[in-house]
C-alpha cells in the first residue's frame, strides 16, 4: 500500500504538488492521470526519495522509502527509462543493482526473460532504443520482486505488440497482490489497463475514483442528428417526451432514445433528415474536461511568467 498525506513540493515559486493525499490500493492497478505538468512525475519521484517533500510525507507499507534497508525489494520503479548508464550491458545493469540489494544473481536472468530481452542481455544499453530502455527498465524494477511497483508512462517508446504486453504485465503483477501504479496522461489507456483512478490537476487530487465509476459518470450516450429543419425536429421529440440538446454545427444530440425511434418520428412527421447516429462522448472528453480548468491555469501562468 502506498500512504500520500498531505504532500507538498516547491520547486521555487512552482508548487508542483499541493497538499496532495490518497491511498493506492494492492492488488489492483491504479492509474495516475494528469495533464503535462500536473505534478504526476514530483509526486512519484518524492514515493522513493529522489525528491523530497517540501511538506507532507509517503509511507510505502507503512514505512517512509528512507527507512527502507533494500529497496528494490520493498519497491521497484521504472520513472526514467533513459537515465542508463550506457557503457554497461543490460546484464551487468542489472547484476549491479541485484548485488547492491542482495537479491540473487539468478534473478537477473529471470527478469530479463519475463522483459523479453534475453537475447539483447549482453548489448551496451547505449545502442538501446526508447522501446528496449523500456523493457529494461522494468526489469529493473522487477528485479527484487517488491510488492510495490511505480511505474511512469511505461507505455511510452513501445510498439503496439510491446503495449499489450505491459498491460498484460501490468494486470499480472496485480493480481499477484502487489500494489500497482502507473502514470499516463492519457485516458484512453488507463481505462484499458487499471481498475483505479487517482486523477491530478495543478498538483492538486481532482478525482480518486474507480474506473467503472468514472465511465459510468462520464460517457453520455446520445442520438446525434443532422437536419435543416432543427427546430421541428426538436418539437416533434419534446412531444414524444425526448429530451433534446444542442449540439454542433446546428445539429441536435437527443438523450435517452434510439436511432430507430428518432427515424420513425422523423418520418411519421415528414421531417427531412440528413444523419441520424448513435453516439458515445469518449472518456478522453471527459478527462479533458475534468482538467481543463487545471490545464489553463498552467498556460495562462506560463505566458505570465514570459512576459
Ligand atoms: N526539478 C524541477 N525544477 C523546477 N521545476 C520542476 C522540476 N520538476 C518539475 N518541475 C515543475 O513542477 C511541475 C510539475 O511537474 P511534473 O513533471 O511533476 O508533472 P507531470 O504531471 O509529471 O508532467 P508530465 O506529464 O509533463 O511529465 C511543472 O510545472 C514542472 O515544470
Same mark, same amino acid.
Given at each position: ?13 512552482? &508548487? ?10 494492492? $492488488? ?5 492521470? +494528469? ?5 504526476? #512525475? ?23 522509502? !528512507? ?9 521497484? *520503479? ?8 550506457? $557503457? ?27 522483459? $523479453? &530481452? ?11 532504443? /526508447? ?5 529494461? $527498465?522494468? *526489469?529493473?524494477?522487477? /528485479? ?13 517508446? /513501445? ?8 498491460? %498484460? ?14 502514470? #499516463? ?11 483505479? /483512478?487517482?486523477?491530478? +490537476? ?9 474506473? =467503472? ?13 443532422? !437536419? ?8 416533434? &421529440? ?11 454545427? %446546428? ?11 428518432? %427515424? ?19 472518456? =478522453?472528453?471527459?478527462?479533458?474536461? &475534468? ?8 498556460? =495562462? ?5 514570459? %512576459?
Amino acid at each position: 500500500m502506498i500512504e500520500v498525506q498531505q504532500l507538498t513540493k516547491r520547486y521555487g515559486s512552482t &508548487l508542483a504538488v499541493d497538499g496532495l493525499s490518497f491511498t493506492v490500493e494492492p $492488488g489492483r492497478v491504479t492509474g495516475f492521470l +494528469g495533464p503535462n505538468g500536473a505534478g504526476k #512525475s514530483t509526486t512519484m519521484r518524492a514515493m522513493i526519495g529522489l525528491d523530497r517533500p517540501t511538506s507532507g510525507r509517503v509511507l510505502i507499507d507503512g514505512r517512509s522509502y !528512507t527507512d527502507l534497508r533494500y529497496p528494490l525489494r520493498e519497491v521497484g *520503479a521504472l520513472l526514467d527509462a533513459k537515465a542508463l548508464h550506457g $557503457g554497461r550491458t543490460a546484464r551487468a545493469h542489472l547484476l549491479g543493482l541485484a548485488r547492491s540489494n542482495r537479491i540473487p544473481d539468478r534473478r537477473v536472468d529471470e527478469v530479463l526473460n519475463t522483459v $523479453g &530481452l534475453t537475447g539483447a542481455a549482453d548489448r551496451r544499453t547505449e545502442g538501446f532504443s /526508447l522501446g528496449m530502455a523500456q523493457r529494461l $527498465g522494468v *526489469a529493473c524494477a522487477l /528485479l527484487g520482486d517488491p510488492p510495490v511497483l511505480l511505474l511512469d508512462e511505461p507505455v511510452n517508446g /513501445l510498439d503496439p505488440e510491446g503495449i499489450l504486453w505491459i498491460r %498484460g504485465l501490468m494486470r499480472q503483477l496485480a493480481e499477484e497482490g502487489r500494489t500497482v501504479f502507473v502514470s #499516463s496522461h492519457l485516458m484512453s489507456e488507463m481505462a484499458l489497463t487499471a481498475e483505479h /483512478l487517482i486523477v491530478i +490537476g495543478r498538483g492538486r487530487l481532482l478525482a480518486d475514483t474507480s474506473v =467503472e465509476q468514472f465511465i459510468a459518470r462520464n460517457s453520455r450516450a446520445y442520438i446525434l442528428i443532422r !437536419t435543416p429543419e432543427p427546430q421541428r425536429m426538436r418539437d416533434v &421529440l419534446t412531444d414524444a417526451g425526448v429530451h433534446t440538446d444542442d449540439g454542433p454545427d %446546428g445539429t441536435l444530440e437527443a438523450v435517452g432514445t434510439s436511432s430507430e425511434k428518432v %427515424g420513425e418520428l422523423a418520418s411519421r412527421h415528414g421531417v427531412t433528415i440528413h444523419e441520424i447516429s448513435p453516439r458515445t462522448a469518449s472518456l =478522453e472528453e471527459a478527462f479533458m474536461q &475534468l482538467t481543463a480548468d487545471a490545464a489553463d491555469y498552467r498556460a =495562462e501562468s506560463r505566458s505570465a511568467d514570459h %512576459g
